[in-house]
C-alpha cells in the first residue's frame, strides 16, 4: 500500500517536471538577463569569471545569505556536541606511514591550491566556497595522518569572525560610499589582472576563509569528540 | 563526448540505486560519493567548471567524510 503510494507520487512528480521543463527552450535562445550579464559583465564588473561577476557582484546578497546559512550550519553542529561531554581520547592506533608521510606533502598544497582557487575567483573557475572547501579537506587529511591533534577552536572562530565580518563591512562600506549595499565602490582596473575586478577578490578572500574555518571546524566537532 | 556522458549516467544510475539498497550504511556511503565524483565530471564536461570543483569537493570529499563520522557515532548497518 505505502509503495503503491510512493510509486504514484514519484509518478505525479515526474509527469509535473517533465511538463515544467518541457517549456523551456534549453540551449536554444537566452533570457534577457544571461544575455545582459555575457555582453557586459566583465565591462560592468571587471571579473573574466562570469560566474564570480554574477555571484559576488549582480547577486552578492544571495550570497551573503547563503554564507549565512553555513554559518547556522556550522552553529548547529556545534550545538548537538556541546551538550556532549568532554570526551575521554584514549590511545589511538597510529596512521601507517604512508598516510603520515603523504599528509606532510600535501597538506601544504592542498593548503596552497585552496588559496590560490578562491584568490583567483574572479580570473579562472572556483572562488570562496570551493576555495574553503579544499582548504577543508586539507585539514582532513591532517585529522587521518595525526589523529592525537586536535585544531585550535579559538584560532578557527576569530578566522570564522573576521571573514563574516569583512565580508559585512564592505556591504556596509558601499552602502557609505555608493549609495547601495554591497555595491563594487573600488577601481575595476584592467580584467585579467590578479587585482582587478575591485571589491571581489576581497569578498572572495573573506569567504574562502570563512567557508575553511567553518567546515573544518564541522569535522573537528565530528572527529574529537568520538 | 555523448559516449562518455552515456557511460557516466548509467554508472551514476546504478551507484545512485546501490546507495539506497545498500543495508551496510557505510558502502551506502561510498556509492553516494561515486555519485557525486560522477556528478562532477559531468559538470566538468558540460563546461560547468566552477560547480564541478565545488560538487568535488563539498559532495565527494567532505560530506562522504561528515557521513562517515556519523554511522560511526552511530549505527553502521540498517535494521
Redesign the interface.
Known amino acids: 500500500m505505502r509503495k503503491a503510494a510512493a510509486v504514484l507520487l514519484l509518478a505525479v512528480l515526474a509527469t509535473g517536471l517533465a511538463l515544467a521543463l518541457a517549456a523551456i527552450p534549453f540551449g536554444r535562445d537566452k533570457i534577457v538577463v544571461a544575455n545582459h550579464y555575457i555582453r557586459n559583465g566583465v565591462r560592468e564588473t571587471g571579473a573574466t569569471?562570469l560566474?564570480?561577476s554574477v555571484v559576488l557582484d549582480y547577486r552578492a546578497l544571495d550570497t551573503l545569505g547563503e554564507v549565512t546559512i553555513l554559518f547556522v550550519a556550522a552553529v548547529g553542529v556545534g550545538v548537538i556536541f556541546f551538550a556532549e561531554r568532554p570526551p575521554q581520547r584514549g590511545p589511538r592506533q597510529a596512521a601507517s606511514a604512508i598516510v603520515v608521510t603523504g599528509s606532510r606533502v600535501l597538506f601544504p598544497l592542498i593548503l596552497l591550491f585552496g588559496v590560490y582557487?578562491f584568490l583567483h575567483g574572479h580570473l579562472t573557475?572556483?572562488?570562496g566556497?570551493?576555495g574553503g572547501?579544499?582548504i577543508?579537506?586539507g585539514v582532513?587529511l591532517l585529522y587521518l595522518a595525526r589523529r592525537e591533534q586536535t585544531l585550535h577552536r579559538e584560532a578557527l572562530g576569530v578566522a570564522e569572525s573576521l571573514g563574516g565580518l569583512l565580508f559585512v563591512g564592505i556591504g556596509l562600506l558601499g552602502l557609505a560610499i555608493s549609495g547601495t549595499f554591497l555595491s563594487n565602490f573600488l577601481a575595476k582596473g584592467q580584467p585579467n589582472l590578479l587585482l582587478s575586478a575591485g571589491v571581489i577578490p576581497i569578498i572572495y578572500t573573506a569567504v574562502g576563509v570563512k567557508v575553511g574555518a567553518e567546515?573544518a571546524r564541522?569535522?573537528g566537532d565530528?572527529?574529537e569528540r568520538? | 563526448m555523448t559516449v562518455l556522458a552515456t557511460i557516466l549516467v548509467a554508472v551514476m544510475i546504478a551507484a545512485a540505486v546501490a546507495t539506497s539498497v545498500f543495508k551496510d550504511l557505510m558502502n551506502a556511503v561510498i556509492a553516494c560519493a561515486a555519485v557525486s565524483l560522477i556528478a562532477s565530471a559531468l559538470f566538468y564536461l558540460l563546461d560547468a567548471?566552477?560547480v564541478?570543483?565545488?560538487e568535488a569537493?563539498?559532495g565527494a570529499?567532505?560530506s562522504t567524510?561528515?557521513f562517515a563520522?556519523?554511522i560511526?557515532?552511530t549505527e553502521r548497518y540498517e535494521a
Do not use: C, H
Request: hydrophobic content about 65%; aromatic content about 2%.
Open positions: 569569471n560566474v564570480t582557487v573557475p572556483g572562488g566556497f570551493q572547501a579544499v577543508a579537506s582532513l567546515l564541522i569535522i565530528l572527529v568520538e | 567548471p566552477d564541478a570543483m565545488a569537493a563539498i570529499g567532505l567524510a561528515i563520522l556519523a560511526r557515532k
